[in-house]
Structure formats: C-alpha cells, structure tokens
C-alpha cells in the first residue's frame, strides 16, 4: 500500500524522467502521469500543475546535493578533502542532470528558470555557507571576510567546471587539483593590502 510521500515520490520521479526526456516545457502532465502509471485527476492530489512538479523535482534534487555537502564537512578530513566534498556535490548534480539528458541539462539547471530561481538561490547560499564555515573553522587567521572570498571563488570556479561536461572525469579531476592550488594559496602570505 502506498502512502501520500510514496505516492508524491512516484510522481516525481515520473517528472524526472519526463523533464530528461523531452525537456520541461515540452513535457505534459498526461505525461507525468502516465510515466508514473496514474491517471491524471490521481497525480494532481499530490500536485497542482507541471510547475508545482518542476519545482518541487528541483528541491528535492537540491535538498539531496546539499545533504551530501553537509556529510562531507562533517566527514574528518583536511580542509581540501572538506572542500572538494563540498563541491563534488555541486558538481555531482550538474554532471547528474547533464548524464540523464545532454539535450535538456542547461533547461532543467538553469538558475533563471522561474519556478525554481529562489530555490537555486537559497541552495548557492547554504554551499557558500558550508564552504565559509570549513574555511573560517581551518583557517580562523583568515577572518570571515576573507573565508567568504574564497568560498565565491571556489563557487565561481565549480560553475566554470559546470560549463562543459561533455567529459565526465575532467571537471572532477580538474576540481580536485583546483581546489588544492587554492588551499596551498592559503599558507602563503597575502600582500600587504595598504601597499598595493
């Protein structure tokens, strides 16, 4: 017997494979509901149309690339291994989306996709946080400002991994020496901001 989350999971995971599929503008709820095995009038007790699936879709895949993040700054490690845990989540979700459908990955990742922009934005915040609070607990000489500079950085350079996925092993190799270089820049002195 299936509950209302086993019913809700169903149906998403139908969206999922619709979305990658045919892309979200071009799937229908007739769709969804056939993919999930349900009739229409089934499937919108648990949603209201093919936004509220597309968005609710996007915060469970968001919820779940952050719950790895947070496990990665809790797993004992350098401040590297933190860091590339953190953003190997980032980046995990985008090769995901990428992996399941090449044609629709820049549709369904797109951060200016109106269902879903302020979901992108609170899960962008809470990995800056992540990276802020591993770098500033590591490195507290650094002071918070300096922590957040480098965490929109590392952010800025994991989007640029994003970018171009057509390798799968590349952005994930290339992350990790990245993320190294940055961590080795740390334990070198800045120069002095008033001589510059």
């Given amino acids: ?6 019913r809700l999971d169903q149906i998403l995971n139908a969206a999922y494979a619709c979305f990658t599929r045919h892309g979200v503008r071009r799937s229908t709820m007739d769709d969804i509901a056939r993919e999930a095995g349900m009739s229409r ?3 919108y007790q648990y949603v209201r149309n ?6 609710r879709l996007a915060a469970r895949l968001l919820d779940a690339a952050l719950a790895d993040a947070r496990a ?3 797993t004992p490690g350098d401040l590297t291994e933190q860091l590339t845990g953190v953003l190997e989540a980032k980046l995990g979700l985008a ?3 990428w992996h399941d459908s090449p044609a629709h990955a820049a549709e369904l990742l797109g951060v200016e996709t109106r269902q879903s922009a302020d979901l992108v934005e609170g899960y962008n915040d809470a990995m800056r946080d992540l990276l802020v609070s591993a770098i500033a607990t590591a490195r507290p000489d650094l002071g918070k400002a300096d922590a957040g500079e480098v965490a929109e950085l ?3 350079f ?3 991994l994003e970018a171009d996925l ?3 092993e590349a952005p994930a190799r290339r992350l990790r020496h990245g993320v190294a270089l940055f961590v080795t820049g740390l334990d070198h002195p800045q120069p002095d901001k008033e001589a510059s």
């Avoid at 017997?1 to 086993?6: I, K, N, P």
């Fill in 72 to 74: 990665a700054t809790a």
């Fill in 158 to 160: 994991t989007r640029g």
């Fill in 50 to 55: 093919k936004q509220d699936a597309f968005r």
């Fill in 41 to 43: 009038p089934a499937v």
């Fill in 166 to 168: 057509t390798d799968p």
């Fill in 1 to 6: 017997m299936f509950d209302d989350e086993d």
């Fill in 95 to 97: 090769a995901r989306l």
């Fill in 154 to 156: 590392l952010l800025a």
